[in-house]
């Protein structure tokens, strides 16, 4: 199992910056892909980035040049931190990760708030 524990949600304003963490523990060893997720009230769940063990990153085009993923290198804590935050980037935020066993686990998400 691996347990994933997210931080760094709050309020921000229009144009703020937030950074966000994951930190993982557990059976961790064998992680590859990292992920942050995003699910705004009445919408579905959306990927925000990826970022592999190799190093591979990847974003949703909403997020491109605001948002950048980042992971120490234990894969012990993911980072997203955000940029030119606007309103329509309001949701929960969600970190994922997948073991090279093809099991996935869930942490239980922190709340952005963009808002004036």
């Known amino acids: 199992q691996v347990q994933l524990v997210e931080s760094g949600g709050g309020l921000v304003q229009p144009g703020g910056s937030l950074r966000l963490s994951c930190a993982a523990s557990g059976s961790i060893s064998s992680i590859y892909y990292m992920y942050w997720y995003r699910q705004a009230p009445g919408k579905q769940r959306e990927l925000v980035a990826t970022?592999?063990?190799?190093?591979?990153?990847n974003y949703a085009d909403s997020v491109k040049g605001r948002f950048t993923i980042s992971r120490d290198n234990a894969k012990t804590t993911i980072y997203l931190q955000m940029n030119s935050l606007k309103p329509e980037d309001t949701a929960n935020y969600y970190c994922k990760v997948a073991r090279l066993d093809n099991m996935d686990f869930w942490g239980k998400g922190t709340l952005v708030t963009v808002s004036s």
């Open positions: 970022i592999t063990t190799d190093g591979r990153i």
